[in-house]
């Protein structure tokens, strides 16, 4: 380092520690006259008394004045000296001998030196050098923050010290020093009269302690603010006590608040001026105190004191996992984690779950934190209790309540998820319209080839043929991963046919194959490797741009067909499920009528609203089937605006229904649900005949096969409505008879009810405590079927209380052999205690519901015992026609015979469920012969289920093509509009008339026109 840098670098340190001192020297100077000046204030203030005390502020200017002149004399004049430095490095000079003025030379032949132009100096540089460095050396051992004097920093010190201990010394002897002083230093200077009898001043209170009790809910301390100005913030809620010294003689006080000028609040006043009161904190107001002097004046505060009222924060809870909704599946368990605060402690944490308009399915307490401010946990929830159907979605949120008992509990409501019940249907309708879409982009890239300027003879134009086909060698490929992405998709969906899902599988093989050799090709014509000449190339070229489009026409033809087959399956699954929800909702109504409950009206208008959504679907069904199609293809014996017509009719009926049923009105809308039924049954029969037309059935084959079918339906009818006429006679039965029993053994049910009543004590004395927490669950359960056992023997239902009984005594003995186990394992003497007490209790248990079960069976009637004559004579009619009915089922399994020579394989696919359901049908008349009409009615529920499964195999079957082969015939598969995929010798011929059509189908067109010449041209183009 050079002398010059040595010293200038000396100085800077010198003057950053004089800097240093003399501003402690200035901060402690103007504290001390601060400090001095506010106690003089203070003691002024209190000594002229309330208004001349105000005068104080004047000691406090002056003490502003003697501070700057502090700092400027102290601080910032000595700092401008010192920054020059040959200033600075005189006075170094004064307190370091031997340096013979060389630091100032230094200084001062320092920028001579470093000038860059070659003026003479009038001295010679290298003595100045010299010089400099010798100065340097002189001041190598100097430490320059020894150099500043700081005897006057410490005096200022100990000055500044002794003003602040004593104004601590003032402040605990003299406490009202600063707080009388300082109010009477902002109190208003005089009284104003404001009128007769009424003086308004500046403070009538003084010396005013509180203490701020919050809401015991909170559970916090009070808070005690002492000498307080009166202004504070609290909870809302929270009681305020306050005591202070009236300043006025007086011999009343009240409380005023600024919301209720006209209101008073008395006041405790002792002799000696002492005031104390309390109020609570509401919304946040304003407040001051009134006296009452001996002469009846009134004596106002000129200010007011500030409540700020803080409200209760509703607690916080965050719905932390899933992240998203879900789509689930019905036997899924599903686990949402939550995290709930509040601010002052948690009173419970509820799972709210709501259907799509907002009506509450569940809602049950999941923790229960009492206090706590934090809460987390988790919840799970069964899908299958929520009792949705595919397609349904249900919003599930967490709900957090606080303790707050003033103005209820706060709630706070975290963010929602929506789970979705998984539906093949729309899964399926899902992956339809992506191969709807993708038989579109297969068309524009087979126009792109077909209108490929791509020529055999025309070698010159090679490079311009290699940039198209890399183009539409791209768009290739990227048809291929859609591809591939939709046979993902169908392989997991278990509507989509096997031939679709094939035949999409080897369309997108063949476009790979061809998209990687012309890829090949194109590949060689860029890169230059080929080992053929120019128009060999072009003719590669040419023929892979022909195969592909060859192949893809016949790709699109294929897909296009088996997608309007799909299309027709759909439609017929949506009328099936529209005649499926009809029949569930006929015998909701049929409950209702019979026990008026609002469950059973609920469940109907849920129903119901799934029926408009399965009418609406239809419709949308027909719908895309009709866009693949246009009209005049279609059965010209049923237009769609029949069919529309028919929708529309049915809607207005379903509305009709609702309204009937919301006005009680049962009988009314089952007769309506009947006739909706036939339109239902007559429209899909309609459906049915358009979509099966040009099918390879001969007429008379079909004809036969629909007469089957209906004949399947009409007997499958016959033995629903005769099930439900059984049922309803061993409902009646029952009934009866247990009110017979009632009156005739009401001795006995009365000691069945006093044992009963045993058994549920008995139960409820078992401490659930040392039990494992899947044991506790089983207890109660345990209880809790117990309790319903209860129920039924005071209603007299034998039969439900006998199998009750039972129940229980099995649930008791399996509880009572897991608690012995736990006993083998348990290890903690009280537990081991408690267990074995539980388990002899369980027992005890056990033995009562045994003995209780084998009171009530013989209490209970023998099947067919104690029947009326009106009863024996229906169940002879049942039986007679159970009868009838297995002879038109033995009169069907002859004509599935018949109807197997045109339909090979249905009597193999029909034969087992038919044989089953005549030999169900025949128990069920042995049952109703024998006067037994409740196990007669689970034989039939047994004959029905086969009959349903024959319908469905019915259906499947004549789903598939089945229709006529008539020459004059026409429809959506009319067998004169099937065209064979042409060979290379015929397409050849029509090929410029499909460049035109292709070209004309990407032209622009009026946008209201353009959806209907798209589908115009594709069905040309076949």
Not at 478 to 499: I, K, P, Q, W, Y
Not at 822 to 833: G, H, P, V
């Amino acid at each position: 380092m050079e002398p010059y840098e040595r010293i200038t670098r000396f100085l800077r340190e010198v003057r950053r520690a004089l800097n240093r001192v003399s501003l402690g020297e200035a901060a402690l100077a103007a504290l001390a006259i601060l400090g001095v000046a506010t106690v003089a204030a203070l003691a002024l203030a209190a000594a002229l008394g309330l208004g001349p005390g105000r005068w104080g502020w004047a000691a406090i200017g002056l003490g502003l004045v003697g501070a700057g002149i502090a700092l400027w004399r102290l601080w910032l004049r000595p700092r401008g000296r010192r920054a020059a430095d040959d200033e600075l490095a005189l006075w170094v000079e004064e307190r370091i001998d031997g340096l013979q003025s060389g630091l100032v030379t230094a200084v001062q032949t320092r920028a001579m030196v470093a000038a860059p132009d070659a003026r003479p100096l009038g001295f010679s540089a290298t003595l100045a050098r010299e010089a400099a460095a010798q100065t340097s050396r002189g001041i190598a051992e100097v430490i320059p923050r020894t150099l500043p004097e700081r005897r006057r920093l410490k005096r200022l010190l100990g000055v500044a010290a002794g003003v602040g201990a004593c104004m601590g010394l003032l402040a605990v002897a003299t406490p009202e020093l600063y707080t009388e002083g300082g109010a009477l230093l902002v109190a208003a200077p005089e009284e104003e009269a404001l009128a007769d009898g009424v003086r308004l001043v500046p403070v009538a209170m003084s010396q005013l302690n509180l203490e701020i009790v919050p809401p015991e809910y909170t559970g916090i301390k009070p808070r005690k603010l002492d000498r307080s100005a009166g202004d504070f913030e609290a909870l809302a809620g929270s009681e305020v006590r306050f005591a202070g010294t009236a300043l006025y003689d007086a011999k009343e006080a009240y409380l005023a608040l600024e919301s209720d000028p006209e209101g008073r609040w008395a006041l405790d006043l002792s002799a000696d001026g002492a005031v104390k009161g309390a109020f609570r904190v509401g919304a946040s107001d304003r407040y001051q105190f009134v006296l009452v002097d001996k002469q009846g004046a009134t004596i106002h505060e000129k200010a007011w004191r500030s409540v700020d009222s803080r409200s209760d924060a509703a607690p916080e809870v965050e719905l932390l996992l899933p992240e998203s909704d879900l789509e689930v599946k019905p036997d899924d368990q599903l686990s949402f984690f939550f995290e709930a605060s509040d601010d002052y402690g948690l009173d419970r944490v509820e799972l709210v779950i709501e259907d799509e308009t907002g009506h509450e399915l569940d809602r049950h307490v999941v923790r229960s934190p009492r206090g706590e401010r934090l809460s987390r946990g988790d919840e799970g929830v069964a899908v299958a209790r929520l009792e949705l159907e595919p397609g349904d979605s249900a919003e599930l949120h967490f709900e957090a309540f606080d303790l707050n008992s003033l103005s209820g509990p706060g709630i706070g409501k975290s963010a929602s998820r929506r789970i979705t019940l998984y539906s093949p249907e729309a899964e399926h309708d899902r992956l339809l319209e992506d191969l709807d879409r993708l038989i579109d982009r297969m068309i524009d890239v087979l126009a792109d080839r077909l209108e490929s300027p791509i020529e055999a003879k025309e070698t010159l134009r090679l490079a311009n043929y290699v940039a198209t086909g890399q183009g539409i060698n791209a768009a290739t490929l990227r048809l291929v991963a859609d591809m591939t992405t939709l046979v993902n998709g169908f392989s997991t969906d278990a509507l989509v046919s096997d031939e679709l899902r094939t035949a999409l599988r080897e369309v997108r093989e063949r476009q790979q194959e061809i998209a990687d050799q012309e890829g090949a090709h194109l590949r060689r014509s860029v890169l230059g490797t080929a080992n053929v000449e120019d128009d060999v190339m072009v003719m590669l070229l040419f023929e892979a741009n022909n195969e592909g489009a060859s192949e893809l026409e016949s790709g699109v033809l294929r897909l296009h067909k088996l997608l309007d087959e799909s299309r027709k399956d759909s439609v017929l699954d949506a009328g099936r499920e529209l005649l499926e929800t009809q029949n569930e909702i006929m015998d909701l109504l049929k409950q209702l009528k019979d026990t008026k409950d609002p469950k059973a009206l609920e469940a109907a208008m849920k129903k119901l609203k799934k029926l408009q959504e399965k009418l609406a679907k239809l419709q949308q069904e027909l719908d895309k089937l009709r866009e693949r199609a246009p009209y005049e293809n279609q059965n010209a014996t049923r237009r769609p605006s029949d069919n529309q017509k028919s929708m529309a009719d049915m809607k207005s009926t379903m509305d009709k229904i609702q309204e009937l049923l919301a006005e009680g009105k049962v009988d009314e809308a089952m007769k309506l649900l009947e006739e909706l039924g036939k339109n239902t049954q007559e429209l899909m029969a309609a459906l049915q005949n358009d979509l099966d037309a040009g099918g390879s059935m001969s007429a008379a084959a079909r004809q036969k096969a629909q007469e089957f079918s209906t004949k399947l339906d009409e007997l499958a009818d016959g033995q629903r409505g005769l099930k439900g006429e059984t049922g309803e006679l061993d409902r009646q039965i029952d009934e009866r008879q247990a009110r017979e029993l009632q009156e005739q053994a009401k001795q006995a049910l009365e000691g069945a009810k006093q044992q009963a009543r045993e058994l549920r004590e008995q139960l409820d004395g078992v401490d659930d405590q040392p039990l494992h927490p899947s044991d506790r669950d089983a207890l109660e359960q345990l209880r809790e079927d117990a309790a319903a056992l209860e129920k039924e023997i005071a209603r007299g239902d034998v039969g439900k209380a006998a199998e009750l009984a039972q129940k229980v005594a099995k649930q008791a003995g399996a509880l009572k052999a897991e608690v012995h186990e736990s006993e083998e394992r348990e290890l903690d003497q009280r537990r081991l205690d408690g267990l074995k007490a539980g388990g002899d209790k369980l027992g005890e248990g056990e033995g009562k519901a045994e003995q209780l079960a084998e009171t009530l069976e013989g209490l209970k009637p023998k099947p067919g015992e104690g029947l009326e004559p009106g009863e024996q004579g229906e169940a002879q009619r049942l039986s007679e026609r159970q009868g009838e009915l297995g002879k038109k089922l033995s009169e069907l399994e002859g004509a599935l015979k018949e109807l197997d020579k045109d339909m090979p394989g249905l009597q193999q696919e029909m034969g087992e469920p038919l044989e089953q359901a005549g030999k169900a049908m025949g128990e069920a008349k042995g049952e109703l012969d024998g006067q037994r009409p409740g196990e007669a009615n689970g034989k039939q529920q047994e004959a029905l289920e086969h009959l349903e499964k024959a319908q469905q195999s019915m259906q499947q079957r004549m789903q598939q093509k089945g229709g006529g082969g008539d020459e004059q015939q026409t429809g959506i598969n009319d067998p004169k509009a099937k065209v064979d995929i042409p060979e290379e010798d015929p397409y050849a011929a029509p090929r410029t008339f499909r460049e035109e059509v292709l070209k004309a189908m990407k032209e622009r067109a009026p946008d209201k026109y353009r959806d209907a010449i798209q589908r115009f041209y594709e069905e040309l183009i076949k």
